[in-house]
T-cell receptor, first 113, second 114 residues
């Protein structure tokens, strides 16, 4: 079985500051890991994913995440926040051979001018 | 060229009514899903179909009945709507296996039961 915990339901940063959204997962099989973003009244858009290979993955809009097996983490970062980054962010896990994505509870990112 | 499209985008209806939400994907994926997002933004899978066959059926009231006429379509029919059914329903599709494993989501259907 898989599960995801996102630490912090709401994160607020200043424009230009580092963004760090935390995600820890639990999986009994090697995981595939994903970050999705949801803008208001929109569907979910894939930011980045880890399947195999390089543990540091780069995504769209300047985001990246690092898979750390020893820490069972997949934290999302962006060096410099932009006002347009304000949205809800979801971490998700899918075990290899599993049939569904399991989502964390989401983190609302607010950017202060 | 919308990859996953669902209709309608908004649905307001009275308690006790029956309604359907339609979903179509043009990505050639073999698996489609319905997710429910509640008022706290929590996303939970409801159903999944692979090649028109039901493969996931989470604990969902049997008032909810999915139907997949072909691999590109997955519709959701809801009978006897209740206030608690109010939510945003997302359709998604993916390949079941292989490296291309992310799910692509539709824009959502916001269902309001009054």
């Amino acid at each position: 079985a898989q599960s995801v915990t996102q630490l912090g339901s709401h994160v607020s940063v200043s424009e230009g500051a580092l963004v760090l959204l935390r995600c820890n997962y639990s999986s009994s099989v090697p995981p595939y890991l994903f970050w999705y973003v949801q803008y208001p009244n929109q569907g979910l858009q894939l930011l980045l994913k880890y399947t195999t290979g390089a543990t540091l993955v780069k995504g769209i809009n300047g985001f990246e995440a690092e898979f750390k097996k020893s820490e069972t983490s997949f934290h999302l970062t962006k060096p410099s926040a932009h006002m347009s980054d304000a949205a809800e962010y979801f971490c998700a896990v899918r075990g290899q051979g599993a049939q569904k994505l399991v989502f964390g509870q989401g983190t609302r990112l607010t950017i202060n001018p | 060229d919308t990859a996953v499209s669902q209709t309608p985008k908004y649905l307001v209806t009275q308690m006790g009514n029956d309604k359907s939400i339609k979903c179509e994907q043009n990505l050639g994926h073999d698996t489609m899903y319905w997710y429910k997002q509640d008022s706290k933004k929590f996303l939970k899978i409801m159903f999944s179909y692979n090649n028109k066959e039901l493969i996931i059926n989470e604990t969902v009231p049997n008032r909810f009945s999915p139907k997949s006429p072909d691999k590109a379509h997955l519709n959701l029919h809801i009978n006897s709507l209740e206030l608690g059914d109010s939510a945003v329903y997302f359709c998604a599709s993916s390949r079941l296996r292989g490296g291309d494993t992310e799910a692509f989501f539709g824009q959502g259907t916001r269902l309001t039961v009054v």
